[in-house]
């Protein structure tokens, strides 16, 4: 089942840090530290966006409208699943057994599997996404080249800070989004 909503829990510590960046942007006085690490941070996220895959460790609210079979994670790769909770009817939350499902973190997107032999509490459930499962999410370590990208796409978002003078473009510059074609969820 696809999520119907998600709510960021635990924000990333970017993949790139401000030492990286100001390296590559050849700067090295502190003046412009907050603006790089701006930069830094929408770059991570527009490449993110862009492939729709987490490119740093964070945890996320997934919800979902109903009880399913298997439940797909979006932004891979799926680390683990912190908890799995439901709300009944009556507006009780509770929270589900750890030995009831599984976790598919090889799939992309990472899934939630029943365990054999076990099944979904069978409540009524609240009306509007009663389930939601807490999911750990991203590289721990980004590789080089998804950290090349954001370098390059943090490089023009610096270099291009004023849209009126150059508008951006609508699309990744060339050379990062052939940098993250391979890690387009769902592209092999």
Same mark, same amino acid.
């Given at each position: 089942?696809?999520?119907? #909503?998600?709510?960021? *829990?635990?924000?990333?510590?970017?993949?790139?840090?401000?030492?990286?960046? =100001?390296?590559?942007?050849?700067?090295?006085?502190?003046?412009?530290?907050?603006?790089?690490?701006?930069?830094?941070?929408?770059?991570?996220?527009?490449?993110?966006?862009?492939?729709?895959?987490?490119?740093?460790?964070?945890?996320?609210?997934?919800?979902?409208?109903?009880?399913?079979?298997?439940?797909?994670?979006?932004?891979?790769?799926?680390?683990?699943?912190?908890?799995?909770?439901?709300?009944?009817?009556?507006?009780?939350?509770?929270?589900?057994?750890?030995? *009831?499902?599984?976790?598919?973190?090889?799939? /992309?997107? #990472?899934?939630?599997?029943?365990?054999?032999?076990?099944?979904?509490?069978?409540?009524?459930?609240?009306? *509007?996404?009663?389930?939601?499962?807490?999911?750990?999410? #991203?590289?721990?370590?980004?590789?080089?080249?998804? =950290?090349?990208?954001?370098?390059?796409?943090? #490089?023009?978002?610096?270099?291009?800070? /004023?849209?009126?003078?150059?508008?951006?473009? =609508?699309?990744?510059?060339?050379?990062? /989004?052939?940098?993250?074609?391979?890690?387009?969820?769902?592209?092999?």
């Amino acid at each position: 089942m696809a999520a119907t #909503g998600r709510v960021l *829990v635990t924000p990333p510590v970017e993949p790139v840090t401000l030492s990286e960046a =100001k390296q590559h942007l050849r700067v090295d006085v502190p003046d412009d530290d907050a603006l790089i690490q701006r930069c830094v941070a929408s770059a991570r996220r527009w490449a993110e966006s862009y492939s729709r895959r987490a490119f740093a460790s964070q945890t996320w609210d997934v919800y979902y409208s109903a009880w399913s079979a298997a439940f797909e994670i979006p932004l891979p790769p799926l680390q683990n699943i912190v908890s799995a909770s439901y709300r009944t009817a009556a507006g009780e939350t509770l929270v589900v057994s750890p030995a *009831v499902y599984l976790a598919d973190t090889v799939a /992309e997107p #990472g899934r939630v599997l029943l365990a054999p032999g076990q099944s979904w509490p069978s409540v009524s459930l609240w009306p *509007v996404n009663p389930v939601v499962i807490r999911a750990a999410v #991203g590289y721990i370590t980004a590789p080089d080249d998804i =950290k090349a990208a954001i370098l390059l796409l943090a #490089g023009y978002l610096y270099e291009n800070r /004023e849209q009126a003078a150059h508008p951006l473009p =609508k699309t990744l510059p060339f050379a990062a /989004e052939n940098l993250l074609m391979p890690y387009i969820a769902g592209w092999f």
